[in-house]
């Protein structure tokens, strides 16, 4: 059974920065769509980012975010970041990683459910 595991949340003040992981325990999925979405307070879930673990290149990003966030992976360690940097109020919420076993095609990948993987969520506050 997979499980993802999602770390790295905090609190920081704007233009601070953070750096999200989320690790696959259990059985290793080498090749998967890994997409971090977000939830803030009263509000629907949002795609921030995307990646295909199978091959390099093959990441998307929701425009709020575009120049401010990373993507990458390990896949040693079977895990995926997130870099988010200029963090913004408006950043703050639950950040969640979810997992597609295969491929979705970038225009895809924002639609949650497409998912049926998906980890507790870490939280992200940013103060002004």
């Known amino acids: 059974q997979v499980q993802l595991e999602e770390s790295g949340g905090g609190s920081v003040e704007t233009g601070g920065s953070l750096k999200l992981s989320c690790r696959q325990t259990g059985y290793i999925i080498r090749s998967a769509t890994v997409t971090w979405f977000r939830q803030a307070p009263g509000q629907g879930r949002e795609g921030v980012a995307s990646?295909?673990?199978?091959?390099?290149?093959?990441?998307s990003y929701a425009d709020s975010v575009k120049g401010r966030f990373s993507i990458s992976q390990d896949n040693a360690d079977a895990t995926v970041y997130l870099e988010m940097n200029d963090l913004k109020p408006e950043d703050t919420g639950i950040y969640y990683c979810?997992?597609?076993?295969?491929?979705?095609?970038?225009?895809?990948?924002?639609?949650?459910?497409?998912?049926?993987?998906w980890g507790r969520g870490t939280q992200v506050t940013v103060s002004s």
């Open positions: 979810a997992m597609w076993t295969g491929e979705i095609l970038i225009p895809n990948r924002f639609w949650g459910s497409n998912y049926k993987i």
């Open positions: 990646l295909y673990t199978g091959r390099r290149d093959s990441t």
